[in-house]
């Protein structure tokens, strides 16, 4: 399998990322984005969802930079079809752009095959990476992923795991991937929220949950929910205990990631796109916005158009390998 | 927690916290007006002038804005029978009988007095039992929630009136309508014939403008421009005498007492406190048949529950970090930018917020209450505005707000089609109410069924091993059967005297 690493190519982006800011600001200044109307950003969510609030975040640090109006535009439905077909109608001159999650690749693949493709948007900036974790109650017997795995041999797959979206959405691959790793089976039970996850860990009536930092951080300072794993190459800063599925023996592909990135139609000039990019990250150093970022316990991503095309592309490899083990493959 | 409580007061020292309050009650006021907006987007829309606020003086411009803008949507519902909510539909059930009597400024102001009255008495329950209801609420699996849906559903053969029969298929037709859209557990698609609009279901705001307001329209132009009865205006502050807003009391403190209960339960909501208090209200009432036909303790009982259910879904969001609703949910958005995460912590981190919170819902009720009073005066002329111009008024209102729901023109489609169903079905007698308690309702329950029966692997032990899940459904059997004897009853008696 020919696969690019991007563990190391996004730690090594991070970073050269944060170095280039650094080095780029100036430049960036004298020839920056200077778009010619308002700048709309269409989202595939109702109002004040997490990747709402972050984006609106986003806008209010943006405005005066590039000296224009940020409008959210909220057009949710069809799993983000309403949004795309937006974004795909609109002209390539930056003025619409728009956010996407994993979910929009795992869509793609699966129910909006044939309708979007990557192919028919460009992939302009990576703006948050977001690693899953598995976690488990306070009181839970579970310590860390190796108890996960020899319950779940020893029950023969009888464990409950909740986590967000059907049979085949980004939460549910990675366990799929632990599964392959491990070579045991789980019971998947879906959740539309990630409080109701957390509703159900604490009660007791799944096992084992699954999420991203934020939404579980102030669980584990109050001692009240555990972590048992995370999927991803290093261990989080802020959980410094809890070990990754590497270091616990079992080997998945740490590339899969939440992230959030922004993208926009076909067609626009990629000298334009760079600009855009640079933009974003210059306005995600604004204190409002790091405050929020800190605080939903989220890592700044900073992908411009060149790799997060490239960061698309190995996704959807991923994503197809995945789903097409799992027989959920849209012929 | 009186030395906490203490504190929260003492931030109304600042005079910014007084303007923030009032315009978040503005605000809301007016966004829960019009029906397609709502609170969550109210504070969605507000987050961004939040940025470099003190936190503060923000969190209670957003407090005032929600409970403003949950009592919003009972304006509409009044006035022009457009629920802009589920909560909001048992209003309209009351409330706009009344304003075709010539009634509307007594409505507003049984509606906006019963509001205020909920959210009270909500909050003393709140500030007493955030925490341990919170932790009591945990207990609640999936097979409490599909038990719980269950007891709501069986509301209907309460809610429907005339034909039960009629009722019946009312209720099985929202069912039908719940199952469209993507598979929660396997994201199967089903009945979306292809087409991703419907993947993530029929959209509950145009059907609810459809079902409600353009059919209300089509009847309007079937009646013509016929002679209206002109709205009595107000003339004191209150347009209904003391006593009557005092004999309402006990139905205002045992909905309020519903509808605090239901919020705090997650996923419940203000919608099932509503139906659910409007249904003991009328099971209760000395008058039931008048329940429908503008009954004030209809209008009263399922305004203060709704309302009372906003401190409800508060509780698990301040004492757990887990919202009791869709809009609480957006709260923790904003608590976010200001970099405060909601979490099991808050109370010992920074019990600054909750108290604050507490004494905002209660310093806020007033303020609510008299722009509420304020603008009864304005919108109850709203009624006498000439039925020809209300009819076209509420078709711009139907479409915009249904493109507003998500920006599109699908859900315009839906209220269209909602509309000219929902009037075959009125011409038919057939009652709307089970239509859409099933599916607000269909949802919930199903899911939660499937996932009942995935945690246990398909073991029905999961119904009948928790006590609380068997007592809820006693209740919905008896719920469902009692009527079902009682018209059983009347009709042997029937045949024996014939």
Redesign the interface.
């Given at each position: 399998m020919k696969i690019w690493n991007f563990k190391t190519a996004l730690v090594g982006a991070a970073c050269a990322g944060v170095l280039s800011l650094g080095l780029a600001g100036p430049a960036a200044a004298q020839e920056g984005w200077k778009p010619t109307g308002p700048v709309n950003f269409v989202m595939h969510t109702?109002?004040?969802?997490?990747t709402?609030?972050m984006i609106?975040?986003l806008?209010?640090s943006l405005e005066p930079m590039i000296g224009q109006t940020v409008v959210v535009?909220?057009?949710?439905?069809?799993?983000g079809?309403?949004q795309m077909a937006?974004v795909a109608a609109s002209a390539p001159d930056g003025l619409t752009l728009a956010v996407n999650t994993v979910s929009h690749f795992t869509s793609m693949l699966?129910?909006?095959k044939g309708?979007f493709a990557p192919e028919d948007f460009e992939w302009i900036a990576l703006m948050q990476v977001d690693p899953i974790l598995f976690f488990a109650a306070k009181e839970s017997p579970l310590k860390d992923m190796k108890d996960l795995v020899e319950l779940a041999r020893s029950k023969e797959g009888?464990i409950?795991i909740g986590g967000f979206?059907?049979?085949?959405?980004m939460q549910n691959i990675g366990m799929s991937m632990l599964e392959q790793a491990a070579g045991v089976r789980f019971?998947w039970?879906?959740f539309?929220?990630t409080?109701?996850i957390?509703?159900?860990v604490?009660?007791?009536?799944?096992d084992v949950g699954v999420a991203n930092l934020?939404p579980v951080?102030?669980?584990f300072?109050?001692d009240?929910l555990k972590g048992l794993g995370v999927l991803g190459d290093n261990r989080l800063s802020s959980v410094p205990d809890m070990q990754t599925f590497g270091e616990q023996g079992y080997t998945v592909d740490t590339s899969w990631l939440q992230v959030r990135g922004v993208f926009g139609p076909k067609g626009i000039d990629p000298a334009l796109q760079q600009q855009i990019a640079d933009a974003i990250f210059r306005a995600m150093e604004a204190e409002?916005y790091q405050?929020?970022a800190?605080?939903?316990?989220v890592e700044d991503g900073a992908f411009g158009p060149v790799e997060y095309t490239a960061f698309v592309k190995n996704i959807m490899t991923i994503a197809e390998e995945q789903l097409g083990a799992a027989g959920?493959l849209t012929q | 927690m009186f030395e906490n409580l203490a504190l929260g007061f003492a931030s109304f020292a600042d005079p910014m916290v007084w303007a923030s309050a009032f315009v978040g009650a503005f605000i809301g006021y007016l966004i829960g007006a019009i029906p397609g907006l709502g609170p969550?987007?109210g504070?969605?829309?507000l987050?961004?002038f939040t940025?470099?606020m003190d936190p503060v003086v923000s969190i209670v411009g957003l407090v005032a804005l929600y409970v403003a803008a949950e009592y919003g949507g009972a304006i509409s519902a009044i006035l022009i029978n457009s629920p802009g909510t589920a909560a909001a539909v048992a209003t309209a059930w009351d409330g706009y009988p009344l304003t075709k009597a010539g009634r509307a400024g007594e409505a507003l102001t049984v509606s906006i007095v019963s509001s205020g009255m909920g959210i009270i008495i909500s909050t003393a329950f709140l500030v007493a039992t955030a925490v341990p209801l919170s932790e009591f609420a945990?207990?609640?699996?999936?097979g409490e929630y599909f038990a719980l849906a269950l007891v709501g559903l069986s509301l209907v053969s309460g809610l429907s009136t005339g034909s039960p029969l009629k009722g019946a298929v009312a209720m099985f037709l929202g069912l039908a309508l719940a199952t469209v859209g993507?598979?929660?557990?396997?994201?199967v698609?089903r009945f979306t014939a292809g087409n991703?609009?419907?993947?993530?279901g029929l959209?509950l705001v145009p059907i609810l403008l459809g079902l409600y307001a353009l059919t209300e329209v089509l009847v309007m132009i079937e009646d013509g421009a016929a002679a209206k009865t002109k709205s009595v205006p107000i003339k004191k502050l209150l347009a209904v005498p003391m006593g009557t807003l005092l004999g309402l009391k006990m139905v205002i403190a045992r909905s309020s007492t519903i509808g605090y209960i239901i919020g705090v339960i997650?996923?419940a909501g203000p919608s099932i406190a509503a139906f659910l208090s409007y249904a003991v209200s009328k099971k209760l009432s000395d008058k039931p048949e008048t329940f429908g036909h503008g009954a004030l303790e209809g209008l009263a009982s399922s305004e203060s529950a709704n309302n009372a259910a906003v401190p409800g879904s508060l509780a698990?969001l301040l004492a757990?970090?887990?919202?009791g609703s869709?809009?609480a949910?957006?709260m923790i958005?904003?608590l976010?930018?200001?970099?405060?995460?909601?979490?099991?912590?808050?109370f010992t981190k920074s019990p600054e917020i909750p108290y604050t919170i507490f004494a905002s819902l209660w310093i806020g009720v007033p303020i609510m209450v008299f722009v509420g009073l304020a603008g009864a005066r304005i919108w109850a002329k709203v009624a006498d505005i000439p039925r020809p111009a209300i009819a076209a008024i509420v078709t711009g209102i139907c479409f915009v707000g249904a493109y507003a729901s998500?920006?599109?023109m699908?859900p315009i489609y839906v209220m269209v089609v909602a509309g000219l169903v929902g009037y075959v079905l009125r011409k038919l007698e057939f009652p709307l109410a089970p239509v859409i308690l099933a599916l607000v309702l269909g949802e919930m329950m199903e899911?939660n069924f499937r996932?009942a029966l995935?945690?246990t692997?398909g073991d029905w032990a999961v119904f009948y091993s928790s006590p609380m899940t068997v007592i809820l459904l006693l209740v919905a059997a008896l719920a469902f059967l009692l009527p079902a004897f009682g018209a059983l009853r009347g009709l042997v008696r029937k045949r024996r005297a014939t």
């Amino acid at each position: 399998m020919k696969i690019w690493n991007f563990k190391t190519a996004l730690v090594g982006a991070a970073c050269a990322g944060v170095l280039s800011l650094g080095l780029a600001g100036p430049a960036a200044a004298q020839e920056g984005w200077k778009p010619t109307g308002p700048v709309n950003f269409v989202m595939h969510t109702k109002p004040g969802g997490g990747t709402d609030v972050m984006i609106r975040s986003l806008a209010h640090s943006l405005e005066p930079m590039i000296g224009q109006t940020v409008v959210v535009v909220n057009a949710p439905g069809g799993g983000g079809a309403t949004q795309m077909a937006k974004v795909a109608a609109s002209a390539p001159d930056g003025l619409t752009l728009a956010v996407n999650t994993v979910s929009h690749f795992t869509s793609m693949l699966t129910n909006l095959k044939g309708t979007f493709a990557p192919e028919d948007f460009e992939w302009i900036a990576l703006m948050q990476v977001d690693p899953i974790l598995f976690f488990a109650a306070k009181e839970s017997p579970l310590k860390d992923m190796k108890d996960l795995v020899e319950l779940a041999r020893s029950k023969e797959g009888q464990i409950n795991i909740g986590g967000f979206g059907p049979v085949g959405s980004m939460q549910n691959i990675g366990m799929s991937m632990l599964e392959q790793a491990a070579g045991v089976r789980f019971n998947w039970v879906a959740f539309e929220s990630t409080p109701d996850i957390i509703a159900a860990v604490l009660g007791g009536h799944v096992d084992v949950g699954v999420a991203n930092l934020g939404p579980v951080i102030e669980y584990f300072a109050a001692d009240r929910l555990k972590g048992l794993g995370v999927l991803g190459d290093n261990r989080l800063s802020s959980v410094p205990d809890m070990q990754t599925f590497g270091e616990q023996g079992y080997t998945v592909d740490t590339s899969w990631l939440q992230v959030r990135g922004v993208f926009g139609p076909k067609g626009i000039d990629p000298a334009l796109q760079q600009q855009i990019a640079d933009a974003i990250f210059r306005a995600m150093e604004a204190e409002t916005y790091q405050t929020y970022a800190r605080a939903a316990g989220v890592e700044d991503g900073a992908f411009g158009p060149v790799e997060y095309t490239a960061f698309v592309k190995n996704i959807m490899t991923i994503a197809e390998e995945q789903l097409g083990a799992a027989g959920l493959l849209t012929q | 927690m009186f030395e906490n409580l203490a504190l929260g007061f003492a931030s109304f020292a600042d005079p910014m916290v007084w303007a923030s309050a009032f315009v978040g009650a503005f605000i809301g006021y007016l966004i829960g007006a019009i029906p397609g907006l709502g609170p969550s987007l109210g504070i969605a829309l507000l987050i961004p002038f939040t940025y470099g606020m003190d936190p503060v003086v923000s969190i209670v411009g957003l407090v005032a804005l929600y409970v403003a803008a949950e009592y919003g949507g009972a304006i509409s519902a009044i006035l022009i029978n457009s629920p802009g909510t589920a909560a909001a539909v048992a209003t309209a059930w009351d409330g706009y009988p009344l304003t075709k009597a010539g009634r509307a400024g007594e409505a507003l102001t049984v509606s906006i007095v019963s509001s205020g009255m909920g959210i009270i008495i909500s909050t003393a329950f709140l500030v007493a039992t955030a925490v341990p209801l919170s932790e009591f609420a945990l207990r609640f699996g999936p097979g409490e929630y599909f038990a719980l849906a269950l007891v709501g559903l069986s509301l209907v053969s309460g809610l429907s009136t005339g034909s039960p029969l009629k009722g019946a298929v009312a209720m099985f037709l929202g069912l039908a309508l719940a199952t469209v859209g993507l598979d929660v557990q396997t994201g199967v698609p089903r009945f979306t014939a292809g087409n991703p609009e419907f993947f993530e279901g029929l959209p509950l705001v145009p059907i609810l403008l459809g079902l409600y307001a353009l059919t209300e329209v089509l009847v309007m132009i079937e009646d013509g421009a016929a002679a209206k009865t002109k709205s009595v205006p107000i003339k004191k502050l209150l347009a209904v005498p003391m006593g009557t807003l005092l004999g309402l009391k006990m139905v205002i403190a045992r909905s309020s007492t519903i509808g605090y209960i239901i919020g705090v339960i997650p996923g419940a909501g203000p919608s099932i406190a509503a139906f659910l208090s409007y249904a003991v209200s009328k099971k209760l009432s000395d008058k039931p048949e008048t329940f429908g036909h503008g009954a004030l303790e209809g209008l009263a009982s399922s305004e203060s529950a709704n309302n009372a259910a906003v401190p409800g879904s508060l509780a698990p969001l301040l004492a757990l970090g887990i919202p009791g609703s869709a809009t609480a949910a957006v709260m923790i958005g904003a608590l976010m930018v200001q970099g405060i995460q909601p979490g099991p912590l808050l109370f010992t981190k920074s019990p600054e917020i909750p108290y604050t919170i507490f004494a905002s819902l209660w310093i806020g009720v007033p303020i609510m209450v008299f722009v509420g009073l304020a603008g009864a005066r304005i919108w109850a002329k709203v009624a006498d505005i000439p039925r020809p111009a209300i009819a076209a008024i509420v078709t711009g209102i139907c479409f915009v707000g249904a493109y507003a729901s998500s920006n599109s023109m699908f859900p315009i489609y839906v209220m269209v089609v909602a509309g000219l169903v929902g009037y075959v079905l009125r011409k038919l007698e057939f009652p709307l109410a089970p239509v859409i308690l099933a599916l607000v309702l269909g949802e919930m329950m199903e899911i939660n069924f499937r996932r009942a029966l995935i945690t246990t692997r398909g073991d029905w032990a999961v119904f009948y091993s928790s006590p609380m899940t068997v007592i809820l459904l006693l209740v919905a059997a008896l719920a469902f059967l009692l009527p079902a004897f009682g018209a059983l009853r009347g009709l042997v008696r029937k045949r024996r005297a014939t």
